[in-house]
């Protein structure tokens, strides 16, 4: 996997080793590489080569992903249904003073300087603060700290090093499509590779996976998992139903034939690292909080003890919904909430999806659908919310934004869409794989002309109910992407939804194959065009078939996390 620094004479076609589930384990064949991130694999080594003229390089790349449904329900426990896309990051990474051990610094760069410009970390210590603003390079860092606890948990012995790394990345930063994790997982793989010397000693792909979750949270956003995940473990031509409890394991879902996703960029950016406080780990806050006041009235958490161990709505959905079988009346019980009425946020269609799911009815008899104050939640609690978080500060800068926009913490919201979402992604996993189970060369020569679109509408149905239950009850979305779903479902999608933590970045829309093109000739007109003429404008140079190709394109499910072998 180690290439030498060296330039080559003439680019032949590189390849990659697929990250099977031990990292050091080959697999039987290795696939080309797509010429544009063959040209990026060159292009990283040759920038690497020029500022560290002698040593082994390690190349890793490690694509973005989409996720088909499952949204804002990993980081509580649940299940979800991502795959890989063939937009990645790649890492050239090497050892600058292999003599100089004492140095462990590391020298970052990019492709796009312009955009990414070069930066340092000096004598640089696995405990070394992150930097008060954040900048691209903080996930250089933090990946360095995921690195170095990964190895010392593993027990694999490893020397410092000065290391200097170049990026280069292809997917869009905001868009959804996680770009901070492909730059994290290909980061990580380039620099313990580097660090060990020997990728046969490297841990396996899920441990990497697990590792580049906690490392991320050094940038303060409070991930689940499910990106480093997919980025990390996923298979071409398949989904992946990504599972956390007891630990993270992946289940390889086909994808019918006939089914081809597009992928379009909203182009409303939502910077997580930057926002975090009023929408990702608020909500992350919302979904615990909640836990805790279920907890708190069927009586499984009356103490600052018991409630500590009450991290997720997961926790506390068997015994909620054995409590509402048991209880005799349905009623809320002592203390705040009282049974939801039916309001805008939570119409009749969306409460179709209980009939699959007793955990949101139950949830309905206990939680109030107006919002909760921190005074009122705190009385009910029995302590302060800053205790009850253990004064993180990850949790407690969303107490303000959570009052004075939206006049408090929205409880009741929050935990239907997660118990809805949890049973919709086994719902779509178990469509796609009875709608891939049609497919064979014999019920496809019998299949008529609408065949298709009637075996996968039970998928694109699911995937709208998704979109509606973000936009209503879990309020991540934003008008660039409702507009961008809706303009996807003139143009014939069975479903579309937006993918990604959401408030910006990208929606997926789900197209029969034989629709596909004419499709994305009317999302470009429709939506793209207008933001098209704007930008033209500004840059009358601008090539008008790449900048739609980088911001709506087809995709299918692509590979995970590779090492790149040059010649």
């Not at 239907?416 to 009875?434: F, G, N």
């Not at 149905?461 to 409702?482: G, K, V, W, Y």
Request: a negative charge; glycine letters at 6%.
């Amino acid at each position: 996997m180690p290439a030498a620094a060296t330039a080559p004479a003439a680019p032949a076609a590189p390849a990659h080793e697929e990250v099977s589930e031990d990292l050091h384990v080959p697999l039987s064949s290795s696939s080309s590489l797509s010429s544009s991130t063959a040209s990026r694999s060159f292009s990283v080594r040759s920038k690497l080569v020029s500022m560290v003229p002698s040593g082994i390089i390690i190349i890793a790349r490690s694509p973005g992903r989409v996720n088909l449904i499952g949204e804002h329900i990993d980081y509580e426990g649940y299940d979800v249904l991502p795959m890989a896309v063939s937009l990645d990051t790649i890492v050239a990474c090497g050892a600058s003073s292999p003599e100089d051990a004492s140095d462990s610094g590391i020298t970052y760069a990019n492709l796009d300087d312009l955009k990414y410009p070069q930066g340092v970390f000096t004598s640089l210590e696995a405990s070394q603060p992150m930097p008060r603003q954040h900048t691209w390079g903080s996930y250089i860092l933090a990946a360095y700290k995921g690195v170095h606890a990964l190895l010392q948990e593993c027990a694999i012995t490893f020397t410092p090093k000065p290391l200097v790394l170049v990026v280069s990345g292809t997917v869009p930063q905001g868009s959804g499509l996680s770009s901070s994790s492909a730059l994290c997982c290909a980061c990580m793989l380039a620099m313990a590779a580097t660090l060990v010397g020997d990728t046969s000693k490297l841990p396996s792909k899920t441990k990497f996976a697990d590792a580049a979750c906690k490392a991320e949270r050094h940038v303060g956003v409070m991930s689940g998992g499910m990106d480093q995940t997919v980025s990390l473990c996923a298979k071409k031509n398949f989904a992946s139903l990504v599972t956390f409890v007891p630990s993270i394991s992946t289940k390889d879902v086909p994808l019918p034939e006939d089914a081809v996703f597009i992928v379009g960029n909203s182009l409303a950016v939502s910077n997580k690292a930057l926002t975090n406080a009023s929408k990702y780990n608020l909500r992350v806050v919302e979904c615990r909080l909640a836990a805790l006041v279920i907890a708190r009235k069927i009586g499984i958490a009356t103490t600052m003890e018991e409630m500590a161990k009450i991290s997720t709505l997961r926790d506390v959905e068997a015994k909620l919904v054995c409590h509402s079988a048991n209880s005799e009346d349905g009623a809320a019980g002592d203390g705040v909430g009282v049974v939801a009425p039916l309001n805008d946020h939570d119409d009749e269609e969306l409460q179709h999806d209980d009939y699959h799911c007793p955990a949101a009815i139950a949830a309905r008899e206990l939680l109030h659908a107006q919002p909760y104050t921190e005074q009122e939640l705190e009385e009910f609690l029995g302590a302060s919310l800053a205790d009850i978080f253990d004064n993180k500060e990850a949790a407690l800068i969303t107490f303000e934004p959570a009052a004075t926009l939206n006049k408090g913490f929205k409880l009741l919201q929050r935990t239907l869409h997660v118990y809805r979402e949890k049973s919709r992604v086994h719902r779509m996993a178990a469509a796609c794989a009875d709608a891939a189970s049609l497919e064979s060369p014999a019920k496809r020569a019998k299949a008529s002309s609408g065949a298709a679109s009637s075996a996968l509408q039970p998928i694109g149905t699911l995937m709208s109910s998704s979109h509606e239950s973000c936009a209503r009850l879990f309020e991540c979305s934003c008008p660039e992407l409702d507009r961008l779903v809706e303009v996807m479902t003139d143009a014939g999608a069975l479903g579309a939804r937006l993918t990604g933590a959401g408030w910006g970045g990208c929606a997926v829309g789900l197209f029969a194959r034989e629709n596909v093109q004419d499709a994305l000739k009317q999302i470009r007109k429709e939506y793209y065009l207008p933001k098209f003429e704007q930008a033209k404008a500004s840059s009358p140079s601008i090539d008008e078939e790449a900048w739609f190709s980088e911001r709506c394109f087809v995709t299918a499910p692509c590979a995970g996390a590779a090492f790149v072998n040059l010649p």
